[in-house]
């Protein structure tokens, strides 16, 4: 089980701003996407078929996001995703966007989220499969601020 997935992505015209570079919104899209995608594909967890069947879902409460670089009309770069940490009701996501050798860090979301029932909209435990998932593919780092993982993602392509 991959903790770190990765994607490749290439920028969409529509995307972008008449100067070429990805409109800030579609990072988060690109972002999102690409998590759900690689969740599918290395935790066997459909977002959509758990809203549907179980009447469960996250939802985002927060989000910490830093543009470093601009990502550029038809270029391809590489999203990376991981779940820092998670409790009862919540869990916390990295996202990294660099470029297609992984050596310019684009940008780094933080994101938050609350697991609601969206039956009685509120927020509910995880089930315990759903927790058995979380503690394998939980991926803990020592930085505690985004600024303070900046330079330490920085630190690691010099």
């Known amino acids: 089980m991959n903790k770190k997935p990765s994607s490749s992505y290439k920028i969409r015209f529509k995307d972008c701003d008449p100067l070429g570079h990805l409109y800030n919104t579609r990072f988060l899209d690109y972002m999102l996407e690409a998590r759900e995608d690689q969740i599918i594909d290395e935790y066997n967890i459909d977002l959509h078929d758990y809203a549907t069947n179980k009447r469960m879902a996250w939802v985002i409460v927060h989000h910490e996001i830093a543009y470093l670089k601009e990502a550029v009309r038809n270029e391809r770069v590489i999203i990376n995703s991981s779940l820092l940490s998670y409790s009862e009701k919540s869990l916390k996501n990295e996202y990294t966007m660099w470029d297609i050798n992984e050596s310019v860090l684009k940008a780094i979301m933080w994101t938050s989220f609350l697991h609601v029932d969206l039956n009685i909209k509120k927020t509910c435990s995880h089930p315990q499969d759903i ?27 010099k």
Do not use: G, H, W
């Open 131 to 157: 927790s058995e998932k979380l503690a394998l593919f939980v991926n803990p780092i020592d930085q505690t601020s985004l600024q303070e993982r900046i330079q330490y993602l920085k630190a690691q392509t």
